[in-house]
Nanobody, 125 residues
Framework: QVQLVESGGGLVQAGGSLRLSCAAS????????VAWFRQAPGKSREFVGF????????DYADSVKGRFTISRDDAKNTVYLQMNRLKPEDTAVYYC??????????????????WGQGTQVTVSS
């Protein structure tokens, strides 16, 4: 059973940067696609981006494209979300998620079977 733990959230001013980490235990990331989602108060969970098994393919929501970057270090069993030029509208709880099927990359939460507990990101204006 894969367990995921996010870290790196916090309070940052608009225009600043944060790097979130998602560490896996009880299993490995190296045969799983990994995604990041976020959920703001009163809103549904939304797709941020995903990365494939090898790290050769990523995709992002239009709202974060060009500002956020996902990378993975399978030797450390960790996936990262680098967030630059943060905006107040990026404020949310950020979740990482891992899939079961190696080739399935999904834009939907239902496409992932393992979730972390989330980490809060707050961007002040």
């Amino acid at each position: 059973q894969v367990q995921l733990v996010e870290s790196g959230g916090g309070l940052v001013q608009a225009g600043g940067s944060l790097r979130l980490s998602c560490a896996a235990s009880g299993g490995t990331f190296n045969n799983r696609p990994v995604a990041w989602f976020r959920q703001a108060p009163g809103k549904s969970r939304e797709f941020v981006g995903f990365i494939n098994l090898s790290g050769s393919s990523t995709d992002y929501a239009d709202s974060v494209k060009g500002r956020f970057t996902i990378s993975r270090d399978d030797a450390k069993n960790t996936v990262y979300l680098q967030m630059n030029r943060l905006k107040p509208e990026d404020t949310a709880v950020y979740y990482c998620a891992a899939g079961t099927y190696p080739t399935r990359l999904s834009y939907r939460p239902a496409g992932y079977d393992y979730w972390g507990q989330g980490t809060q990101v707050t961007v002040s204006s």
